[in-house]
């Protein structure tokens, strides 16, 4: 508890509390970070929830043993969620049972947390997520209408996302395309895994696998396949920013109205669903990068309007 106690006064905690009927149930909105896209997810979702006591904690959650427990508790980002749920595994009696619902982290890195922490929650606790993560037939649906003419999709799967190789190797053939697939296991092995994709990949589809794609790695990985002459669709919009021609992805503000929706079927006594991806999305185009490798790209807005057109969303 004092190294708790000593974190927390580093950490200088900002609780937000909102005053609300006595008969509005609790819940708790922790962030691991001031400002950026945390705060901005936070904000959505306060405004969102508007109607039920809400507390927000930045860096820490609270550490007032005399506390009554949450009704639940949305965490926002992988920090968050991981500090959350090992904080919570040492909260003997009702804390047990709270559940938490994470958002604005990838599928593979909520199962990933969930999996580390398994053992301290007991399988007592309820838990999901609204995650950052793009169905894979809308993936594949952006790449048949963007770059039709790249059929070998080019995929460097890690210890967090292997297991989502059958779904979109189904995905990836029944709109045309063919998976090239290395395996990364460590760090020492993206680069001979990406040049063995590059002899055949028409494109490289960046998955959210933390041990291939972070800051350290990216702009390596983008200035080998520029040299290749083959283009890195990626999934967020900052890698589209540094380089990858195409992205389709959720924002935080999307993510948070997926999360609220979630909150309210449980509010209405239905239970967190399984993991949720948002129904809202966006699409990114770096047409200087594209252009340069001989790729023609539409506007961003005319492909996500055609996306969802396909889809049938407004």
Not at 61 to 75: K, R
Not at 153 to 167: D, E, F, H, N
Not at 215 to 239: D, E, K
Request: charged share 20%.
């Amino acid at each position: 508890m004092a190294r708790f106690l000593s974190h927390l006064a580093i950490a200088c905690l900002l609780v937000m509390t909102l005053v609300l009927p006595a008969h509005a149930q609790r819940i708790w909105v922790v962030v691991a970070e001031d400002g950026g896209v945390q705060a901005e997810t936070a904000a959505v979702l306060q405004g969102g929830l508007d109607g039920l006591a809400l507390k927000v904690a930045r860096r820490q959650l609270p550490l007032n043993d005399g506390e009554e427990p949450p009704a639940l508790i949305v965490t926002v980002g992988a920090a968050a969620f991981d500090e959350t749920l090992g904080w919570l595994a040492g909260r003997p009696g009702a804390w047990e049972r709270v559940p938490v619902l994470a958002t604005l982290l990838p599928r593979a890195v909520y199962d990933a947390r969930a999996a580390r922490h398994a053992p301290g929650i007991a399988g007592q606790r309820a838990l999901s997520a609204a995650v950052l993560d793009q169905p894979l037939a809308r993936q594949m649906a952006l790449l048949k209408r963007a770059l039709p003419d790249r059929p070998q999709v080019g995929v460097l799967a890690g210890p967090q996302t292997r297991l989502m190789l059958p779904a979109l190797e189904k995905a990836a053939t029944a709109r045309g395309f063919r998976l090239v697939v290395a395996p990364v296991n460590a760090p020492e092995e993206i680069y001979p895994a990406l040049k063995a994709v590059l002899e055949s990949a028409d494109l490289i589809l960046a998955l959210p696998e933390p041990t291939v794609y972070h800051s350290a790695t990216l702009q390596n990985i983008l200035l080998t396949t520029y040299r290749a002459r083959v283009p890195l669709v990626a999934f967020s919009p900052a890698y589209v920013k540094a380089g990858a021609v195409l992205a389709v992805y959720a924002t935080p503000p999307q993510v948070a109205r997926r999360a609220i929706e979630m909150v309210r079927g449980w509010q209405a006594g239905r239970g967190l669903p399984p993991p949720q991806m948002s129904r809202e999305f966006e699409v990114a185009v770096n047409a200087r990068v594209a252009a340069s490798l001989g790729v023609a790209l539409d506007d961003a807005a005319l492909l996500a309007e055609e996306l969802r057109r396909q889809e049938g969303s407004p």
